[in-house]
């Protein structure tokens, strides 16, 4: 088993920046991505970032290109998401979540460990 858990969330004014971090713990040499997804109340949760455990591979919603950036410390079995120009749609409360190695599909979908969420607020 692995567990995950958040830390960073907050409540920032729109055009500001938060940092969210997500510590692993347990059998994390199982662990190939990471991720980070978002529910916003009403909504579905939603992809937003992950890496691969090189840190070398990334992806991306679109609608965080170019804003977000996902990285990883394997020594300190963390993965970070540095949020830049942060809008009120981007309100919700953002779970950290982890892939298997032996774990088949894209780095979008199929994550096998869940983190309990942090809650990111935007204010206008």
């Known amino acids: 088993q692995v567990q995950l858990v958040e830390s960073g969330g907050g409540l920032v004014q729109a055009g500001g920046s938060l940092r969210l971090s997500c510590a692993a713990s347990?059998?994390?040499?199982?662990?190939?991505?990471m991720g980070w997804f978002r529910q916003a109340p009403g909504k579905e949760r939603e992809f937003v970032a992950a890496?691969?455990?090189?840190?070398?591979?990334?992806y991306y919603a679109d609608s965080v290109k170019g804003r977000f950036t996902i990285s990883r410390d394997n020594a300190k079995n963390t993965v970070y998401l540095q949020m830049n120009s942060l809008k009120p749609e981007d309100t919700a409360v953002y779970y950290c979540a982890a892939k298997r190695l032996t774990s088949t599909g894209s780095y979008y979908t199929g994550y096998d460990y869940w983190g309990q969420g942090t809650q990111v607020t935007v204010s206008s």
């Open positions: 347990g059998r994390t040499f199982s662990i190939d991505a």
């Open positions: 890496i691969r455990r090189s840190g070398i591979s990334t």
